[in-house]
Nanobody, 131 residues
């Protein structure tokens, strides 16, 4: 079963940047879709950016378009999320996820047309953006 591990979170001021990394135990191509999600306290988990591995199609939530960039390394075992021009509303726990089972948490459908529910999650990394 695939394991995911996020890193790179931290505390920054508004306008700053962070790069999150997700290390995977299997090739990213073993998933149909992989993605980044975030969850703020008291709010539902939401999709931030996702990759359909078949065609390389990338999805972004409207709130992060033009500021966040999803990429992967050449070995296809690490997924990145470059976050620029950070805003306080970007604060939350960021999770890396895959549609590969078995499920280890809630099932989330980010409404990306080529992707189904995301089932398997890393433990998350905290991002805090101060005004």
């Amino acid at each position: 079963q695939i394991e995911l591990a996020e890193s790179g979170g931290g505390s920054v001021e508004a306008g700053g940047s962070l790069r999150l990394s997700c290390s995977t135990s299997e090739s990213i191509d073993s998933s149909i879709c992989v993605g980044w999600f975030r969850q703020a306290p008291g709010k539902v988990r939401e999709g931030v950016a996702g990759l359909y591995t078949g065609t390389g199609t990338i999805y972004y939530d409207d709130t992060v378009k033009g500021r966040f960039t999803l990429s992967q390394d050449a070995t296809k075992n690490t997924l990145y999320l470059q976050m620029n021009s950070l805003k306080p509303e970007d604060t939350g726990t960021y999770y890396c996820a895959t549609d590969l089972g078995p499920r280890n948490g809630e099932s989330v459908d980010p409404d990306w047309s080529l992707c189904a529910d995301f089932l398997r999650w890393g433990r998350g990394t905290q991002v805090t953006v101060s005004p």
